[in-house]
């Protein structure tokens, strides 16, 4: 049986790298009889530090089936720079799926000894694009917050539980029991051995 994971919100991301521009601050000059001929505003080249936390939260929880699959979602947190707004509340963040690990045959073996047909994968995900609420699209680098509570990875029967899973918890459960009265029966044994006398009584009946 293979098993779905899904993503839940929310996560973190760290920014390696998002360029965007700003308009710098000036004083306003005291008013004179002579108008100004107007001037273009000056923009500079505003850079989000690296190792910025993005916190953003996913549209739903997503059923991770293959590499390259499409994940998105919304930040939740605005980032500044000097006093600039750069990404507001909102901005869509988009990526994918990089990674799916396979489970190596003696993970397998021994997750099938403790009767779980379907051991966890390590799963990689990756953001590259920044849309703003005004239209403009941002290719960005993050990294994924490892975290515990930050990116969570939860089997689909968490969510959903299913009869095939049910049916597995029940055989286990039947399976500790035997497994239990065999030990059970063989305590015994080995007590009515051990009690005096026991033992010519099996000499003599032999």
Do not use: W
Not at 188 to 205: A, C, N, T, V, W
Request: glycine share 8%.
């Amino acid at each position: 049986m293979r098993r779905f994971l899904f993503v839940s919100t929310p996560c973190v991301l760290f920014v390696l790298s998002i360029a965007l521009s700003g308009q710098t601050l000036k004083h306003r000059p005291e008013k004179s009889e002579t108008p100004a001929p107007a001037q273009a505003k000056p923009s500079i080249a505003l850079q989000v530090a690296p190792g910025t936390p993005l916190k953003i939260a996913l549209d739903k929880e997503v059923r991770i089936r293959h590499v390259g699959q499409p994940i998105g979602g919304t930040t939740t947190e605005p980032i500044y720079s000097f006093d600039k707004l750069l990404v507001p509340v909102g901005s869509r963040v988009t990526g994918k799926i990089t990674e799916i690990d396979d489970v190596s045959k003696s993970m397998r073996t021994l997750s099938a000894m403790n009767a779980d047909f379907s051991p966890e994968r390590k799963i990689g995900v990756e953001f590259d694009q920044l849309t703003l609420p005004d239209g403009r699209r941002v290719p960005i680098q993050t990294v994924v917050s490892p975290g515990a509570g930050v990116l969570q990875f939860v089997p689909a029967k968490n969510t959903r539980q299913t009869k095939l899973g049910e049916g597995k918890e029940e055989a286990k459960g039947k399976l500790n029991e035997a497994r239990q009265a065999v030990k059970q029966q063989i305590a015994d044994m080995k007590k009515q051995i051990s009690e005096p006398g026991k033992m010519h009584r099996l000499e003599r009946f032999a």
